[in-house]
């Protein structure tokens, strides 16, 4: 029965170490290993807070730069619009210009030639009213030369103005 039934000495000895060792362990150890453990799970929820923080930045950061990167291709976008629509005025502009130019360097150049021409008549019809002045005179002394003929002429001139 020994084996049975534990000394009761034995068992008072042990309650009463087991009661130092807890009265020594809340003194010195469990305060301690408490703050530890507090410590570290504060830390640990600080770096869960932080993580967590740094997400939401991330994902801020990242809907912040999705939002600049569809600002820049807009504007990226109106800047190309713009310099195509500018370069189809200059464009536009300069062949409006060109055309005008050529008109007008067209339209003068038919003026000049215009006046050339009538300069070129003009000048024609004198030397054609020269020339037929001279030959007229020319002709009209050697008419005129003798008086046989100058009567014949005279008659004839009659005869000619008769039939009109």
């Known amino acids: 029965m020994d084996l049975i039934t ?3 000495g034995l068992f008072f000895w042990q309650t009463v170490v087991f009661l130092i060792l807890m009265f020594l362990m809340a003194k010195f150890a469990w305060k301690p ?9 504060q830390s ?25 990167m569809k600002e820049a291709r807009a504007e990226r976008d109106a800047i190309l619009k713009e310099a195509r629509e500018l370069k189809e005025k200059v464009i536009t502009d300069a062949s409006e210009e060109a ?11 038919k003026r000049s030639i215009e006046l ?11 030397q054609v009213a020269e020339l037929s002045v001279e030959i007229a005179e020319k002709i009209v002394r050697k008419e005129l030369s003798d008086k046989k003929e100058q009567h014949q ?3 004839k001139m009659i005869g000619d103005a008769k039939l009109n």
Do not use: F, G, Y
């Not at 929820?45 to 999705?66: G, I, P």
């Not at 055309?99 to 150049?109: F, S």
């Not at 050339?116 to 024609?124: G, I, P, R, V, Y």
């Open 116 to 126: 050339e021409k009538q300069s070129a008549m003009a000048e024609l019809k004198n």
């Open 6 to 8: 534990p000394e009761i």
């Open 44 to 68: 640990i929820n600080d770096a869960l807070a932080s993580a967590e923080n740094a997400r939401k930045e991330m994902q801020n950061l990242k809907s912040d730069n999705e939002q600049l």
């Open 33 to 41: 290993i408490l703050n530890s453990v507090r410590n570290r799970e």
């Open 99 to 109: 055309k005008v130019k050529a008109d007008k360097i067209v339209a003068d150049a």
């Open 153 to 155: 002429m005279i008659e």
